[in-house]
Each structure stands twice: as C-alpha cells, then as structure tokens.
C-alpha cells in the first residue's frame, strides 16, 4: 500500500543541484523536515560541476552597483527573445512573468540565509542587441568559499570543472588569459598569489565557480538541519488516488520507502548520459560530447512520464561547443571552445571549408547551428581555424598562450598544422581553393571591422567573448601569418533543456494540463522556462534555483497565487 512508508518527512527531494538546496532552506524556514536523495556518492550535480552562474534579472547586485534593470525592461527581453514559442509549453507568458517576479525574492531570501553571492561586473546577456537586453549583464555568483568550512562534507562535494592552480574568483579567471600581454593582468596575479599563501598559512581552500556556489549552498542547507543521503538512488514514486505520496529508494543497501506529507520535488537533471534517450529525443548527439554530471541519466523524467507528466521541449539541449585533444575521449571533462572560435584569428568552417555562423554569441545558438549545418554538408565535427597570431595570444585547449603543445597532438592528427592555407586544407580533406577563398573573404572583413556575412563583432557579447587587447574589434582579428592550424571542434552540452512540463508554481503537469497533486520539478528535470533560447549566462543555473524556491513555497502554503 502507498501508506506502508518506513519514515517520514515533509518535504522530499530527488537529486541534489542548486534547486534542491534552495528548496531545502525555504521548508525548513518553514519549521519542515526535509530529506535530500542524492543517487551518486557527491552532492551538487552539474551545478557544482558548472560556472556556478545564474541569470536573475533585476537582482540586488546591479542596483548595488548603479546598473539600470528593471521587470519591464527584463520582460522585454525575454518577450523580444522567446516570443511567439508555439512548441515551448515551458516557457508560457504565465511562467516567464513569475520567474522575472520571483528572481529577486529568492535571492533576498538566499541572504538572509546567509549565502554570499554576487555578480560578475561584465557579461553581457547573449542576444543584448534585442530591446530589454542588458550589455552589463544579469549573471550572479557566488563568492569564493573555503571547502574546509564544510568539514568531512567537503569531500562530498562534487569538483568544479573550473580549475587553476590560483585561488581566483570566476570573474578574475576570466582575465588571466591575457597574462603575458597585459600589467593590469600581471598585478592580478601577484594579487592571487598572496591569496594563495595567505590561505596556505591560514589552512583556507578556496573554491570557485559552481563548487562555491553548491559549496555555499551545502553549507548552509547543513547548517539548517537538512537531511542529505549520498549513494541513495530514487528509484520510484510512490502514488496513491493520483497524488504522489513519497519516494521508494534504498538504504543501507535494501529497500526503503519515504513518506512525503507536503510533496516531492524532482531535480535529479536530464538525460544527457542516456544515449538511448538521446537517439530517441535528439538523434545525431552524443554522450561522449557532454559535461554534464555522471548522474545525468533521465529515469526520473521517464518515472514522472510513467505517472501521467507531460514532457516537452526533449530535442533541445544546452549546446556547448568543444574539442576532444587525445586522451580526453573518455573524460568527463573536455576542453569548451567557445572562447577558441570567439577569439580574434580564427574562425570555424564545416569539413567544406566554409564559414557558416557567427562563432560569438550563444553556446546553445552555435552547437544547433553546426548540428543544422550537418543536415546539409559534413559539419561534425567542423575545424576551427587560425594563425600563429592566435597560438601566440591565446589558450588552445586548456594549454597556455604560446606554450609548446604535446607532440601526441600532432602525431595522432589532433592538431594540424602548415605553412600555407592550402596545405592545411589538404590535410583536412578540404578544395584547397575553398578554404583560402573562405579565410580571404573573413580578413577583407576585419579589414574593413564587419563581418558582413554574420555580425560576428556587432553584439557587446561577441565583443566581451573576444580579446579587449584587440582593437578596433575584440572579435575580429586576421588569419595571415603562417604556420596555419586546425582542430575539430564537436556540438557538445553541458546538459539537456527539455523534461516534464511544469506550471507557474512548479506543479508536475498532466498532458491534459491537470496537476498531478504532490509533484514539483524543477532544473533540467523541466521543460525549461527559457523554452529553445539561452537567454544569458546561467539560463539553466538561475531557473533551477527560483523554480526550487517557488515549489517550497507553494508546498509549505507560503505561496501567493
């Protein structure tokens, strides 16, 4: 019977990301008991894993710092972006108006509960050309955070994949790539070195990023009594009369059913280590081409699905272009080239040897422009290509700026390279011709700064991605000095965007559109709310944590209408 639980709580949550903290603190502010499942042996899924970035527009951080936004202005934006989306049910009027109303109460709230964020002083929305959208940006962070204030958890929190041997902010890493050309960048450094033996002698071990942001989430979702199981899987809903009344999941190695009196909230992410799901919802990507978490599986979306959810939204992913160097192939952490294509002196061609997107602006925008481009002429992988300009100033697949890169590369054709542009198209399998007249044709456009085929360079965002160094454009730089090179460039994510369809209170939906009682979702378990855009960095991140936030609410009856 659905009755027959072993314990007892209030409020349970499946999977451990951003949204599951937030929606932690808010019940047990609330005086509720409530227990987190984790089904891997570290806590923070892809969110830990991530940037830790959020995308709240109007936030408290911009009016600290005199950056104009306002809902109207933010609601613009997202009008102007994701308008007239008649295949996104997860991105209603109704639910992009409560997500721009709620961004900022959450994070009110998240203060007061002692979660130190910020926001990154520049990153401009992705589409800042739109009316409403902000060249300043809407991003939010966490401050840097010492692992050892979680004590034995800290080794229960899931890595970051941003790593550096410095304890740098994600913003003050953003820079460190100009190292060698820049003194404002050097005294940086000098700066993080003394943060570094400072925290040696003070026994302090920052982190950055996501691990700062989930860090700092752990810490205080600890600190409030919420119960929080490792290597616990959730293996079903459990259901009574239509309403779902608990979860069946395991303890201490047998089974163990778990009573939920206000709900259960799903947040265990989507599928994009599920290559079955993927060839039945998005055929043509890989698992091998994702950052997500390893836990990112799907069986909660098919278990929601076997209870009656609707889902939608289950071909979009949040593309996120990389590179696969020899010996990553089985890696959970690959190489992102966005700032690599971003960058002055190179650009990305299809295995054609032509140009065929602006290689700024949105990840997500860039990975379905290559898997389009693939419909029509071999473009998977593409080759990104540039000059000794760019391997002079500029990282090349995590390896620094002018650095000697490994042998391997070369021996096992990873990297190409050549002294002319014919040459170089020959070893991609190119018409020679082609590619000269394709790098000809992008160096007539930084000669006259516009890209007269994509705008690359026009956006502020195109701009920010580039090199400040580079003027008059920090997009735009030539391809010209020899020796040429190449390497191919694959449509990867860091997650999938589609799942089960939720309401503007982050109540499960039916296909019919009834609620399925007792059941709430949130992250990339949902239908994303930005529906088939990425309108900022941490469009993903920040819909996680709000949509936790008004799911708790509205279980614990503090919800307005």
């Known amino acids: 019977m659905a009755t027959d639980f072993n314990e007892t709580f209030d409020f349970v949550i499946a999977g451990s990301g951003g949204g599951s903290m937030c929606a932690a603190l808010v019940l047990r502010a609330a005086g509720k008991s409530v227990l987190i499942l984790e089904k891997t042996d570290l806590v923070g899924g892809t969110t830990a894993r991530s940037g830790g970035v959020m995308w709240l527009p109007d936030n408290p951080f911009m009016k600290r710092d005199g950056v104009a936004d306002s809902y109207e202005q933010a609601a613009r934006y997202l009008e102007a972006l994701l308008g007239g989306q008649g295949d996104a049910p997860g991105s209603t009027p109704a639910r992009r108006r409560r997500y721009l109303a709620e961004s900022p109460r959450m994070l009110e709230f998240l203060a007061g509960q002692g979660v130190r964020l910020t926001r990154v002083a520049e990153w401009p929305d992705y589409y800042d050309e739109l009316p409403g959208g902000s060249a300043a940006g809407r991003t939010v962070v966490a401050e840097l955070f010492d692992i050892n204030e979680l004590g034995p958890w800290a080794k229960k929190l899931r890595p970051s994949f941003v790593q550096i041997p410095l304890p740098a902010s994600l913003e003050e890493m953003l820079e460190l790539p100009a190292l060698k050309r820049s003194w404002r960048v050097k005294w940086l450094v000098l700066k993080l070195v003394w943060r570094a033996l400072l925290a040696r002698l003070t026994g302090k071990r920052w982190v950055a990023g996501g691990a700062a942001l989930q860090g700092r989430m752990l810490q205080a979702a600890l600190r409030a009594g919420v119960e929080i199981r490792t290597d616990s899987p959730v293996s079903g809903l459990v259901a009574e009369d239509g309403a779902v009344k608990g979860v069946q999941t395991t303890k201490d190695g047998r089974p163990w059913r778990v009573a939920a009196r206000l709900g259960v909230l799903v947040n265990a992410g989507g599928f994009a280590r599920n290559q079955r799901m993927r060839d039945r919802y998005m055929p043509g990507t890989s698992v091998q081409w994702s950052l997500a978490a390893p836990g990112d599986t799907g069986e909660m979306i098919e278990e929601m699905m076997r209870h009656g959810a609707a889902v939608a939204q289950m071909d979009e992913r949040v593309g996120n272009q990389l590179t696969i160097p020899p010996g990553t192939e089985d890696s959970e952490i690959k190489p992102t080239a ?90 991609l399998g190119m018409e020679p011709a082609t590619l000269k007249a394709t790098v000809e044709r992008f160096n007539g456009f930084v000669a006259g700064n516009r890209d007269e085929d994509f705008h690359r360079g026009e956006r502020a965002y195109d701009r920010w991605l580039g090199d400040y160094l580079q003027q008059p454009n920090p997009a735009l730089g030539s391809i010209e000095r020899a020796p040429f090179h190449a390497v191919p460039v694959y449509p990867g994510d860091v997650g999938t965007y589609g799942g089960v369809v939720t309401d503007e209170q982050a109540r499960v939906l039916r296909e019919d559109g009834s609620i399925i009682r007792g059941l709430y979702a949130t992250g990339v378990s949902t239908a994303s709310v930005m529906g088939r855009f990425y309108p900022g960095a941490g469009s993903s991140v920040g819909p996680s944590f709000v949509w936790g936030y008004v799911a708790a609410r509205h279980a614990a009856g503090l919800a307005s209408s």
């Open 338 to 427: 966005q700032a690599m294509t971003a960058a002055p002196h190179a650009i990305l061609v299809d295995q054609d040897g032509m140009r065929y997107m602006n290689e700024g602006g949105s990840y997500m925008a860039y990975a379905k422009a290559m898997l389009e481009r693939h419909k029509s002429v071999p473009a998977v992988p593409s080759w990104a290509v540039f000059d000794s300009q760019y391997m002079a100033k500029y990282m090349l697949a995590g390896t620094l700026p002018g650095s000697s890169k490994p042998q391997r590369w070369y021996d096992e054709g990873y990297l190409k390279r050549a002294d002319s542009l014919e040459e170089l198209a020959r070893q």
